[in-house]
């Protein structure tokens, strides 16, 4: 039996990924994996969007600017620079125990790693990945490491994946931000998950505003900025999940 620790999209809350981490005991005080990570008895699952914070005040706590402008390049570099910073220790948190760390390619990541896109909405565009708006290119280590980050993960007949269990859910094209199956696919179609032949599913994406959703045999865990995460005990007969609250920053000791 293993212990999934299933972590929903992050949007760079890096201090609420390692207090997650922390809670779980999946992390050990020197910011690499700990015992039972190391040995396979547990296993971490990020749900991917590692990058672009979710809002602009997010962009503001993240950089220490209060004025923040997604306009302004001095802004856009430094708030690039920032979710480097950390995409650098995350990197070396996955790269301590590989076989038992799993990142999700998710959309905003795709999207900063092929430069295709610009990702956002009227209010914010998420342009610090984009030198001609004025941001930096993500490094080449790190697009590297971005590259190796599958689009779905099967653990005992559970699929984990960042939008859902059919391929056109994973497909990053066009049609995906043309059309709302992303977003509401498990609203009509929850049986794509029975239908691929899985007993369970854990997907991301789809932003939780009241928290964790679990819903016949599928769970909804985009709810990070929720200070919620989700854990699995797995084996071939067993499959139990808890919803996790993520302890205040003052409680942690990383």
């Given at each position: 039996?293993?212990?999934?620790?299933?972590?929903?999209?992050?949007?760079?809350?890096?201090?609420?990924?390692?207090?997650?981490l922390k809670n779980s005991y999946?992390?050990?005080?020197?910011?690499?994996?700990?015992?039972?990570?190391?040995?396979?008895?547990?296993?971490?699952?990020?749900?991917?969007?590692?990058?672009?914070?979710?809002?602009?005040?997010?962009?503001?706590?993240?950089?220490?600017?209060?004025?923040?402008?997604?306009?302004?390049?001095?802004?856009?570099?430094?708030?690039?620079?920032?979710?480097?910073?950390?995409?650098?220790?995350?990197?070396?948190?996955?790269?301590?125990?590989?076989?038992?760390?799993?990142?999700?390619?998710?959309?905003?990541?795709?999207?900063?790693?092929?430069?295709?896109?610009?990702?956002?909405n009227a209010q914010l565009e998420?342009?610090?990945?984009?030198?001609?708006?004025?941001?930096?290119?993500?490094?080449?280590?790190?697009?590297?490491?971005?590259?190796?980050?599958?689009?779905?993960?099967?653990?005992?007949?559970?699929?984990?994946?960042?939008?859902?269990?059919?391929?056109?859910?994973?497909?990053?094209?066009?049609?995906?931000?043309?059309?709302?199956?992303?977003?509401?696919?498990?609203?009509?179609?929850?049986?794509?998950?029975?239908?691929?032949?899985?007993?369970?599913?854990?997907?991301?994406?789809?932003?939780?505003?009241?928290?964790?959703?679990?819903?016949?045999?599928?769970?909804?865990?985009?709810?990070?900025?929720?200070?919620?995460?989700?854990?699995?005990?797995?084996?071939?007969?067993?499959?139990?999940?808890?919803?996790?609250?993520?302890?205040?920053?003052?409680?942690?000791?990383?």
């Amino acid at each position: 039996m293993i212990k999934v620790i299933a972590i929903g999209d992050l949007h760079a809350e890096f201090p609420k990924l390692w207090r997650a981490l922390k809670n779980s005991y999946a992390v050990g005080e020197d910011w690499l994996p700990s015992d039972p990570l190391r040995r396979g008895v547990y296993r971490v699952v990020l749900m991917g969007d590692l990058v672009h914070p979710k809002l602009l005040a997010d962009y503001r706590r993240l950089t220490g600017l209060e004025d923040y402008d997604p306009s302004n390049p001095h802004h856009l570099r430094t708030a690039a620079k920032a979710q480097i910073r950390e995409l650098i220790r995350i990197k070396r948190f996955q790269e301590a125990a590989p076989e038992y760390i799993t990142i999700l390619l998710g959309n905003h990541d795709h999207a900063v790693l092929t430069g295709e896109m610009v990702l956002g909405n009227a209010q914010l565009e998420h342009r610090e990945f984009h030198p001609e708006l004025g941001g930096v290119e993500l490094p080449q280590e790190l697009k590297s490491w971005f590259q190796t980050f599958p689009r779905e993960l099967n653990l005992y007949g559970v699929n984990f994946a960042h939008v859902g269990p059919v391929p056109w859910l994973q497909t990053y094209d066009e049609l995906f931000y043309s059309s709302r199956e992303p977003k509401e696919w498990w609203l009509r179609n929850a049986d794509y998950v029975e239908r691929m032949g899985y007993r369970f599913g854990v997907y991301g994406h789809t932003v939780m505003r009241n928290g964790i959703l679990v819903k016949d045999k599928l769970a909804l865990i985009d709810a990070l900025d929720q200070d919620q995460y989700l854990e699995l005990l797995l084996d071939e007969e067993r499959l139990d999940w808890e919803i996790v609250h993520i302890p205040a920053s003052g409680t942690s000791v990383l």
